[in-house]
């Protein structure tokens, strides 16, 4: 040994040599997670360290400090300090999406606060963190020694769990640093499961794929993510493994009253100190920034967070919310940065690159987990053969033993006379006596068999890839279902500031109010301001509140998705905005699919059923829908000589009936019908005769009554349990004849509805109760309305919306009712000019006296809606000659005299405010003659065309004027003999 020998070596060169030697120590053993467990290595050490203490979910909390030291004695060679800061962040329910470690006490706060000191706190593992560790102990993963050499240490978790995604990471290292966002679980898993089905393809597979289940990081605070389209958004970051997102807080409005409008913000973007963020607003108030704002404070308390900002009367509310998002934290941005260690080498990886990592490994695990259990069940299995041997032969086995001077030579007896094995040998010296008795013999054999099974079935798992491949998955789903939680971000894709405002004003700020959302013939979309219905019926009428996504679809399957908030608040239908500047879609796009979603609604197991035109039937994953966005979607795949429908939300296990515009229908189980993807075409779900094409779907038809309507008029209602069940992809059964040159238009499945609208070429509604449609046996023809005005055909048929009426007040008069807002609604009686009055008494009087006729007809009022002037109808029932009769006294022309006794009759029902339900003395003499005259002539049902008709609803302001008029329903009265006149 050579003592006092100094080496001279270049200083350059030593310094870079020694810097290098650092910085790789940096990198690889403090700052980057490893791509596989998602974890650095004094986390890993952490969790490892609380294993071996047993410090399980179901165990008892351990002092900090107990577990600090167990991990630097034994593993982690550094300052206390840094492993209890690293301890405190995985209790953290604000820093991960998914705790690894159960704290008891004081482990810091969103508001900034540190954890208290460690001989204070107590923690456990949570069952998260049990997965990673899971099966640990069979030689899954490699170990390597401790920093003394006295212990082993895993160099990498099993980790049943893809940590490094769901989870995130972050870390500065030398000359890097890393900052993975935390994601859904439910999704990554999804993305894997994916992956694996298509593992012969994966190189076929890009980011787009995998984006299709992974939508985007889901921080554990919540907030609103911000993708600009412009700058390629998630999908450049996920593809180079380099981004940068916008994430912002929630805030919403409350209205006061009196101009005053109070501010809530009740979630916070990702890492951001709520009290930093308080602060930083009440400097803005200090410095005339925000003079808006007239008191801050900070509600939060277990419920969850809620920090009240309390705005002056008058101030503009959407200029404060766009500087508190410039002006404070509550606008950050969030650069991701995908690296990590791969095989001890810092590598940046794409998404998929991330997820392939960590499925590899999986790999390995079960494979290496299946070699060690296939190990122990043959070394079982080969002592099960000797102890079997030995149990045959009993009798011969004690003798030798018993004659043999010591253990050896009994072992070296037993292996000679019975061809045993060593291990063999000693077991059966081993054995108790207790297990010669004739039930622990069959014991033994019985264990033999189970360990023959399992020997097999892992031998044939790992001879197959594919095999292994799928035990994965299922281990995979299995977490999921386990762990899976809603999306807590809400992502937005924008494109330029203009839109990021749109959505922030119209509905991040607007309370969740129920509104009626309304989808025009022609396209244009709006909404409620509240309850109330405008009076022109529109095409789509839908209920939903304010935070609720539309889905607006076109007959060539693209869909847009929009917020119900950011939809313009309209008090007629006519006033709404054009489709293409409302949504995605184009202009003369005809929307045939307008559905709402609410956001507390499940979506796990629920979907949307389409069906198209040519019967392709296909189901989607409600989950699968994006959330508001400027860009259009596939909503299913429609070929070109193909359009969709109309489609419903199911539960999975539901019925279906499709009914065609040749009459025909099929009732088959949803079930039948397998999940798909958006960009699906689907399966066919009926067979069509040459020119046919499907009309109507219903959902579940057993438990309702099928109503269709025909384009020449002719409608009828079928009980949905006449329809028998049948398979997919039949022909079906008739369901009702249907004139020549005449198709189905629509269906509808009636339980308690009250009232349909036809909605006819000539672009008038007419309302029909449901009560006055008839009941038909399946395979008759539906009784038709023969239409006022010739050449009109029904176009469509839709649900009358209905409004929960508050109950009408003893002693109240028939013809006024108030609406929830309180405002009086003029019925459609009162507005019935006296000429009507006396036509109807004619028409009652010829048909009393008049031939009987089979036909029905409908007769459309005089009163036009008070929005856009055209005529809305209710049709009313009439009989042969009465019909002739009627149509010539309407063409008919009135004398001046008469003209100006009608303008007298109705130019008060448009006037009265207070008093509109209180009909003039000579419409009450009017209503007691037709009334008499009504009671003579026999009627089977239904009610007059004098009769107040039954319309629930609230009203908005526009509903102070006369609703449109709308005549009785048709129906069928009974045919008079000749000795009932």
Known sequence: MEVGLVKRVDIDQEMQQSYLDYAMSVIVARALPDARDGLKPVQRRILYAMHDMGLGPDAGY????????????KYHPHG???VYEAMARLAQDFTMRYPLVDGQGNFGSIDGDPPAAMRYTEARL?????????????????FADNFDGTLREPTVLPAAIPNLLVNGANGIAVGMATNIPPHNLCEVVDALAFMLDEWERLDEIGVPDLMRFIKGPDFPTGGILLQNVEDGGLLAAYGSGKGRILIRGKVHAEDLGRG???LIITELPYQTNKTSLIERIAELVREG?????SDLRDESDRQGMRIVIELKQGAEVETTIRTLYHRTPLQSTFGIILLALVDGEPRLLTLKQALRVFLEHRIVVVRRRSEYDLARARHRAHILEGLRVALKNLDEVIQLIRNAPDAEQARTRLMKRFKLSEIQAQAILDMQLRRLASLERKKIEEEYREVTAQIKALESLLASAKKIRLAVKEELLKMKEQYGDRRRTQIVTLEGETAIHQFLTADEMAPADKVWVGVMADGRVGRTAGEGLPATPALHCLRASTRAVLILANAQGQASALSVGALPVVERWQDGMPLHKASALSEGDRVVLALALEPDDPKTDRYLLTVTRNALVKKSSLEELPGPSAQKFTLVKVNPEDELLTGVVTEGQDEVLLLTAGGMAIRFSESEVRPMGLVAAGVLGMKLTEGDQVSGLVLNPQEKDILFACSDGTTGRIAGADFPLQGRYGQGVLATRVSRG????????????????LHLSSQDVLVVPVSEIHRIKRGNKGTRLKLATPGKEILALTWMPAIETPTKPEGSVPSQRKSVRGKKVTEPSEILSSQETKKKKEINSSTAKGKPSSKVTARKATATSPESGKKVERPSATKGKASTKAAAQKTAPTSEKQEETEKTKITPSRSRKKDQGQPSASESSTRKKTAQAEKEQPVSSGKTATQPAEKKGKASKLQQKPLPMMDEAPETRRRRKPSDE
């Open 260 to 262: 005053r409008t109070r």
């Open 62 to 73: 351990r002092k900090s400090a107990r577990i600090v030291g167990e991990v630097l004695g």
């Open 742 to 757: 005449a198709e189905v238009v629509g269906a509808l499945g009636v339980q308690h509805q009250k009232e349909v609208l």
């Open 126 to 142: 949570t069952r998260f963190a049990v997965d990673l560790l899971a099966q640990i102990d069979r030689n899954t993963v490699d």
């Open 80 to 82: 206390d300090v840094a």
């Open 289 to 293: 920034v925000l003079e808006s704002i």
